[in-house]
C-alpha cells in the first residue's frame, strides 16, 4: 500500500475552513472530559471491551516490523462508540444506491460523454486518467478483433457513495450531499460489517453507562437543532459481507453458466489485484473467507507487477489462465490500480500491460475501464450541470430528481469552465476559500487542497484580462484543468473518543462520512442482471482535519447510530 497507518492524529494545520465554523478540539485532558459525560463507567473500561471485542472478530490492520519486514496484526483505527445519524438520510443514502450504481454503467457505455469530459484538458494535465481512457478507447471504441470477449463481457460494479450531512444555513436541517462516488477498490465493507457489530455490542451491553452520551449527540443531528425528538432505532444490521460476496457470485456463476462448454468450473477463480505491502488486508480477507464459506468459490491474490508474467490470455476466447497455478480466472477484483503508484514501471510497463491483458479477457472485471472512468471526480462534475443527468435518463425524472438532490456545488476549472464555475474560482481569491475544495483526480485521500493552500494554488494558477479583476475577466491557468471546485460540506460536529492502534488518541469534536455500498452486474448489451444497496460504512475524524481517509491516517471507522 502506498499509505502507512498512521498512529498519530494527522491533525493539519487549522484552515480558514475551521474558522468558519469552529471546533473545539481537546486531545488532552480526555479522561477529565470524557468522564464528565460518561460518568458511570470508566473510559479503561470501554476501551477494554472495545480492543477485546475488536481482536475477536477481525476488526484489524496489517502491519509490518522494521528489522525483518515481518508482520502482525493490530487493532483498526475506530470510534469508540458510534455517531447519532438522521434515518431519514440513512435511508435516502440506501435507496438511491440503485439509481447510482445504474448511472455508471450507462457513463461507462458513452465513450463521447467520457473523451468530452476526459479527454482535451484533464488527460494532457493527468497522465494517468489519459491513460485509462486510451486503454479504454483501445478496447471497447476502436474496431479491434483482439478486444471482442472484452466487449463480449459483463461488468461488475462495486461502488461506494459516500456522503456528508450539510445544511445551507443553521436554520435549515441537514441534507445528506454527495462527497464522491468510487467505483474502484471501494474499501471497509469487510471492517464496516464487524464495527456495526462492535458498536451494536458497546451500545446494548453498556446502554445505561453510554445512553448520555448517546443523546448528547442524537440532539446535534436532530432536525429540530437541540431536540432529541424521535426515538434512537440504534445501529442497523450491515449486510455489506453477504451483499458484496453475492455480487461476486452472481457474476462468478454466469461466467460458468456462459462459458460452460469449455470450462471446468472446478478450476474457476476470482482473482483479487491487490498492492504490495497492502495494511488492509483483513478487510479483504473477510470478502475472500465469505466467497469461500459461504459459496465455496476460491480467490487467489497478485498484484499487478506479479501479475504480468502470469497472464496467459487466449486471445480468441478471451480466457485467462494464470500460468502459476493453471486457473481460469473468471472474475477480476481490483484493490489496486487506481493510482499511478501501483504502475510502478511506467507508462508503457508491465503494470499497465496487465491491466491490458486482464480487460481484453471475458472474465468480468470489477471495475472495467469504464467503469473506473465513470468515477473520476471530474465526471461528478459534469454529472452535476443542468440537463446531463438527462442525457442518461431521457425518461425517468424521479431518478434525475433523487440522485440530483444528492449534489453539491461542483465546478470545472477547465476550459469547458462556465461563468458560474468561474465565479465560484473567483470567490476563493475574494477571500472565502473556507467554502470551497479543490480536487485532483486520484484516489484514496491526501490529495485535496482546502483553505489556505487552495487560495495559494488559484492565485498561483489564475490571472485577469484588462484591470477589472472579477469572474467575467478570470483566466484559469491550463494546470487547473485536472481539478475540480467543490463546495465545502460542514457536517455535524459531534464527540468522538477516536482509537488508534487500540489505544484512546483523544476525544473532541468530531465530523462523519457515511458510505453506501451499491453492487450492480450488467451484461455487454446494457441488461441489468443485479442492482442492489450493499451496506453502508461510516468514517469519523476530528473535525479540524481536512482529509478523510482511514487507509491514508485521517479518519477512523465508525457506524451511524440512527435516530
Ligand atoms: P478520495 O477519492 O481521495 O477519497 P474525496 O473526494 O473523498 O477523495 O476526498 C477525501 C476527503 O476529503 C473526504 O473523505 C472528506 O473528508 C474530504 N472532503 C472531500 N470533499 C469534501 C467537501 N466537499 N467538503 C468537505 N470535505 C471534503
Ligand atoms: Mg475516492
Ligand atoms: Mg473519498
Request: net charge negative.
Given at each position: ?6 498512529t498519530?492524529n ?19 485532558s ?9 460518568s458511570?463507567?470508566p ?11 475488536a481482536?475477536?472478530?477481525g ?18 483505527p475506530?470510534?469508540?462508540?458510534p ?10 443514502a ?18 463521447a460523454f ?13 497522465p494517468?486518467?489519459?491513460?485509462l ?7 471497447y ?9 472484452a ?5 461488475l ?28 477498490a ?6 464496516s ?10 451500545t ?70 491487490v ?27 497478485r ?14 476466447s478471451?480466457?485467462?489462465i ?67 443527468l438527462?442525457?442518461f ?11 440530483r ?18 465565479q465560484?474560482?473567483?470567490n476563493?481569491?475574494?477571500?472565502k476559500?473556507?467554502?470551497?475544495v ?6 484514496g ?52 473518543i477516536?482509537l ?10 468530531s465530523?462523519s462520512e457515511?458510505g453506501?455500498y ?44 440512527l435516530?
Open positions: 500500500a502506498t499509505f502507512a497507518w498512521t498519530t494527522k491533525v493539519q494545520s487549522t484552515s480558514a475552513a475551521a474558522a468558519a465554523s469552529p471546533p473545539q478540539i481537546s486531545t488532552t480526555t479522561e477529565v472530559s470524557i468522564q464528565a459525560i460518561m458511570d463507567i473510559l479503561d473500561t470501554l476501551a477494554a471491551h472495545a480492543n477485546s471485542y481482536s475477536a472478530n476488526i484489524q490492520v496489517e502491519r509490518r516490523r522494521d528489522d525483518d519486514n515481518s508482520s502482525f496484526f493490530e487493532c483498526a475506530m470510534s469508540l462508540l455517531n447519532a445519524y438522521p434515518k431519514d438520510a440513512f435511508q435516502q440506501h435507496d438511491v444506491a440503485p439509481a447510482f450504481n445504474e448511472l455508471i454503467d450507462r457513463v461507462s457505455r458513452d465513450p467520457l473523451q468530452d469530459t476526459l479527454g482535451g484538458g484533464v488527460s494532457n494535465m493527468d494517468y486518467t489519459g491513460k481512457l486510451q486503454l479504454y478507447q483501445q478496447v471504441v476502436n474496431e479491434d478483433t483482439s478486444s471482442k470477449p466487449k463480449a463481457a459483463d461488468r460494479g462495486i461502488h461506494r457513495s459516500d456522503y456528508m450531512l450539510h445544511r445551507p444555513t443553521e436554520q435549515d436541517p441537514y441534507q445528506l450531499k454527495q462527497v464522491e462516488l468510487n467505483t474502484i471501494a474499501s471497509f465493507a469487510g471492517l460489517c464487524k464495527i456495526a457489530s462492535l458498536h451494536q455490542y458497546l446494548t451491553r453498556f446502554a445505561t453507562e453510554t445512553s448520555d452520551w448517546m443523546e448528547a449527540n442524537q440532539k446535534i443531528v436532530s432536525p429540530d437543532n437541540n431536540e432529541a425528538t424521535t426515538v434512537a432505532v440504534g445501529v442497523p444490521e450491515n449486510p455489506a459481507l453477504q451483499r458484496i460476496p453475492l455480487a461476486m457470485k452472481t457474476a462468478f456463476d454466469r461466467y460458468a453458466q456462459r462459458f460452460v462448454d469449455t470450462v471446468n468450473k472446478k478450476n474457476l477463480v476470482i482473482l483479487f489485484v498492492q504490495d505491502g497492502e495494511t488492509n488486508t483483513v478487510d479483504q480477507r473477510l470478502l475472500e473467507f465469505a466467497l469461500w464459506e459461504t459459496h465455496g468459490i476460491p480467490v487467489t491474490r498484484s499487478l507487477t506479479k501479475l504480468h508474467s502470469d497472464l496467459e490470455l487466449n486471445q480468441e478471451g480466457a485467462m494464470l500460468r502459476s497455478t493453471g486457473q481460469e480466472v473468471a472474475v477480476v477484483y481490483f484493490r489496486a490500480g487506481y493510482a499511478p503508484t501501483d504502475y510502478p514501471d511506467g507508462d508503457e510497463g508491465i503494470e499497465w500491460h496487465a491491466r491490458l491483458l486482464l480487460e481484453q479477457s471475458r472474465a468480468a472485471k470489477c471495475p472495467s475501464l469504464g467503469y473506473h472512468l465513470a468515477g473520476t471526480k471530474k465526471v461528478q462534475q459534469e454529472l452535476a450541470r443542468p440537463g446531463v438527462e442525457r435518463y431521457p425518461d425517468d425524472k424521479q431518478k434525475v430528481e433523487a440522485m438532490l444528492c449534489f453539491a456545488g461542483l465546478y470545472s476549472m477547465g476550459d469547458d469552465a462556465t461563468p458560474e464555475d468561474l465560484a474560482a473567483q476563493v481569491l475574494d477571500g476559500e473556507a467554502f470551497y479543490l480536487k485532483p483526480q486520484r484516489e485521500g491526501g490529495y485535496n487542497f482546502y483553505g489556505k493552500d487552495l487560495a495559494k494554488k488559484l492565485k498561483e494558477n489564475t490571472s485577469h484580462k484588462g484591470s477589472d479583476k472579477d469572474a467575467s475577466t478570470l483566466q484559469l491557468g491550463e494546470n487547473l484543468a485536472e481539478y475540480i471546485l467543490m463546495e465545502r460540506l460542514f457536517p455535524p460536529q459531534q464527540r468522538a477516536l488508534r492502534g487500540g489505544k484512546v488518541e483523544g476525544s473532541g469534536d465530523v457515511l453506501c451499491g453492487c450492480i452486474l450488467v451484461d455487454h448489451e446494457g441488461k441489468v442482471l443485479h442492482n442492489e444497496y450493499a451496506g453502508f460504512l461510516l468514517r469519523t475524524k476530528f473535525s479540524n482535519v481536512d482529509e478523510g481517509g482511514v487507509a491514508s491516517g485521517f479518519a477512523t471507522l465508525s457506524s451511524p447510530y435516530c
